[in-house]
């Protein structure tokens, strides 16, 4: 690409509107462009990026054996209701209607619709296994689109699914797209762990999470400072101390004025924080639900919803809240008349002190003993320094990571709402056991910025890099400096090397910021030392540079392209 020729932009300020440093350079370096909440082009160079991201991650699934099919985008929404799915989407999902008042979504997933093309080879165990994939659009209506391409309203999936006669099987397929997925990542050059996370909407029998570690990302991850546990914080188990060796006092009113948070109650009574339990009145499919957790201690809401077997959670308004005779700030479970659900460590604390459903006040010296609850179990979140779930000896540590691919062993969960049988050896029919596979192209491309810059600009990895090699002209007006660049832009194009030539009227400072800005990895600078038969190289990871004799250039660009 010659920049005197082409489509070529670049920003020179930060943006005010983009949360993470991907989102800022990605578009700064006019790669993509913001369109509205949650909306982005692609443009020129986001493109080939996205491009060569998609074509790592199709050659991968290609030597995993799936093949590839391309789905519609407008979805009728009667499989969605025969899965069960179109209710628990909600408000997620956008919905549209036909002239004939027929209604349709833009897709979200599209697990009910390769089941349908999956029922076209499906009747015998002779037909199995196979793995169907494709790489194509999705759309979700997020509350809050943020963090530049890593939560979109609109974006790249690719997603796969195989299709087998038992479990056993299933964890055959399994293992292979799993491993597909640790090429994929290592080709992009990503730091990554892979957690146990919640299957959530998606249901089935397990769900695994490729993380990419970053400073900015909207997943906790929980590892274990000495074995190998590695878990997304909305999953991992909180193991609780051992239980008071104390005798249970009398409960006790006592007078507590203005104070509702439960910091302002600590410091009133003068009490340590784990000496109380704190309410959380919250929403469950239009329940009132009171959740009592230790007063240092978080409500997992993901937990908290698969104990209840809920859809959706949420705070209670105060409508809700009237129902029953809870006083926010000072609601506890003594005497409330609402579903009361208990963490597993509030059943181990002794004389406590919680909310007397008064307002002003609250109880001292509380005992499980001084109230019923309808349910207990864990449904808090793990703080750093946690005992491992896994090995029990080490402490756990928090890291924050962008989720750029999931693995699900789905099981006969979509099978069985729509269908999908097959025939075994004994001629009896059978469900079909399915696993899901999905990687996000957006999030993987803002995983690899985040990962990979500098306060100058994006640091392409050479796999996925827009164009491998810039050269830049440094006086276009030049005969010789403008003969040697374009002999040199003509010859490793004829190479398969992409290359740009910056032939731009602009001053060299312009044109090197902008090189650093789009993080090409090699810049080749021809200047004055052509008249000596030189070229200047530099490495976009490197801040030194070195002068090459313009007959060597060539053969040095190829051999740094053997990735």
Known sequence: MKLSENFFYTLREDLKDEESVSGNLLVKSGMFKKVGNGIYMKMPLGKKVAQNVEKIIREEMNNA?????????????????????????????????????????????????????????????????????????????????????????????????????????????????????????????????????????????????????????????????????????????????????????????????????????????????????????????????????????????????????????????????????????????????????????????????????????????????????????????????????????????????IEVGNTFKLGTKYSESLGLNYLDENNELKPVVMGCYGIGVERMIAAVVEQNHDDKGIIWPMSIAPYKVAIVLIDPKNEEQSKVANDLYNTLNSMGIDTILDDRNERPGVKFNDMDLIGIPLRITVGKKVNEGKVELKKRAESDSTDIAIEEIVNYCKNQLSY
Do not use: W
């Open 65 to 401: 054996g799936a093949k590839e099919v391309t789905m519609p985008m407008l979805l009728p929404v009667d499989l969605f209701e025969k899965s069960g799915r179109y209710a628990a989407f909600g408000p997620s999902i956008f919905k549209l209607n036909d002239r004939y008042d027929r209604p349709y979504v833009l897709g979200p997933t599209h697990e009910e619709f390769f089941v349908l093309a999956a029922s076209m080879k499906s009747h015998s165990y002779k037909d199995f296994p196979y793995t169907l994939y494709q790489i194509g659009n999705k759309y979700r209506d997020e509350v809050r689109p943020r963090l530049g391409l890593i939560r979109t309203r609109e974006f790249t999936m690719k997603d796969a699914y195989s299709f087998d006669t038992n479990l056993e099987n299933l964890d055959k397929s399994y293992q292979k797209q799993f491993d597909a997925y640790h090429k994929i990542c290592q080709r992009l050059g990503l730091n990554y762990v892979v957690v146990r996370a919640d299957t959530g909407v998606m249901g089935g029998l397990l769900s695994e999470e490729f993380q990419a570690i970053t400073d900015v990302g909207e997943d906790i991850l929980v590892l274990c400072d000495k074995c190998d546990y590695a878990s997304n914080i909305e999953v991992t188990p909180h193991i609780c101390g051992e239980e008071e060796k104390k005798e249970g006092k009398t409960l006790e009113l006592v007078e507590t004025g203005n104070c509702h948070t439960i910091e302002e109650v600590c410091e009133f009574l003068k009490l340590d924080i784990k000496k109380t339990v704190k309410a959380l009145l919250m929403n469950v499919d239009n329940e009132l639900v009171a959740f009592f957790v230790r007063g240092d201690k978080e409500l997992n809401e993901v937990k908290a919803l698969k104990l209840l077997k809920g859809m959706e959670i949420g705070f209670a308004d105060d409508e809700l809240i009237a129902t029953s005779n809870a006083v926010p700030g000072c609601t506890g479970p003594v005497g409330l008349n609402a579903k009361i659900v208990i963490d597993n460590e509030v059943l181990k604390m002794k004389n406590f002190c919680c909310g007397a459903n008064k307002e002003g006040y609250h109880y001292i010296n509380a005992n499980v003993k001084d109230f019923k609850y309808d349910v207990v179990g864990d449904i808090v979140n793990v703080q750093q320094g946690d005992v491992c779930p896994n090995c029990h000896e080490g402490h756990l540590v928090f890291k924050k990571g």
